[in-house]
């Protein structure tokens, strides 16, 4: 626990300030770790017999990322080029011999729109109106709810969750983070805006609102990547941060968080 807990506190006083202030310095350490989780993803596959394409998947990712950042008009084209290398690279590898091509194909489109599309929200949520504010409601909030269920479920979890996917997790932890992440959600927006970093136009009601609807989704993130993992029979998709894991370890949540705090603060906060 200590060893994770000092891992955590390292983590965060590199990345607060890189995400509050944004620019270059926000987009590198966004880089990295999306990069890093899509070389563990295709490790993974590789380790039960599928050859994903690491150039293609790791590079692709990094490209959605920059031209979400930087050229979002672009986005979408550099999206369709990808595939359709995707599909060229694949095809030419079962023409020399490669039987299990097909599902290589799959493997590697879903690193690029799992970890590469899904996981520029991170840069998307950046982006917007304080954006950097914003970020630091959405992520803190999950990072209170695995707190909460990983505390609870360890001293009073009963009642398995997903027994193949995740044995240790519980009930009751899950209900636990809900509860911690719905509290966060609120409390963040208070405290933001108490000391004038925030705009008054989200609520603690809507902050209470997404840390709730966080609390209940983003576990699926977690459980996700614990399906790559037990097929791939690893624990941790590396071990580059003590008591952590790896790359893809630390996003399998925020994934699935910045892509929905994105679209709730765009569609019911800044609309």
Do not use: C
């Not at 017999?49 to 986005?75: S, W």
């Not at 609120?186 to 000391?195: I, K, N, P, S």
């Not at 705009?199 to 009601?205: A, D, E, S």
């Amino acid at each position: 626990m200590l060893k994770r807990s000092l891992t955590a506190l390292a983590l965060l006083l590199v990345g607060m300030p890189t995400v509050i202030f944004g620019g270059p310095l926000f987009f590198v350490l966004i880089a990295v770790f999306l990069s890093g989780a899509a070389w563990e993803y295709t490790q993974m596959f590789k380790a039960v017999g599928y050859d994903a394409n690491e150039f293609l998947t790791v590079g692709g990712v990094f490209l959605i990322l920059a031209a979400r950042d930087f050229a979002p008009d672009l986005a979408i084209p550099v999206l369709v080029a990808l595939l359709l290398t995707a599909m060229a690279v694949h095809l030419f590898a079962f023409e020399r011999g490669r039987d299990q091509a097909a599902l290589d194909f799959g493997v590697t489109v879903g690193g690029l729109a799992y970890i590469g599309w899904l996981g520029a929200y991170l840069v998307d949520i950046r982006g917007l109106p304080d954006g950097g504010w914003y970020f630091m409601i959405v992520l803190p909030a999950v990072w209170l709810a695995d707190t909460g269920a990983y505390s609870i479920g360890a001293a009073y979890g009963k009642h398995k969750m997903s027994p193949r996917l995740s044995p240790k997790k519980s009930w009751e932890g899950y209900a636990a983070g809900v509860f911690t992440a719905t509290i966060g959600g609120a409390f963040f927006v208070y405290a933001y805006q108490t000391f004038g970093y925030l705009p008054q136009g989200m609520t603690l009601w809507q902050g209470a609102l997404l840390g709730l609807i966080l609390g209940v989704l983003t576990p699926l993130g977690d459980l996700g990547e614990s399906m790559f993992k037990r097929q791939a029979h690893m624990k941790d998709s590396s071990n580059i941060f003590p008591g952590h894991g790896g790359f893809f370890d630390r996003l399998d949540s925020w994934i699935w968080a910045v892509a929905i705090g994105f679209y709730f603060i765009q569609w019911f906060v800044l609309s």
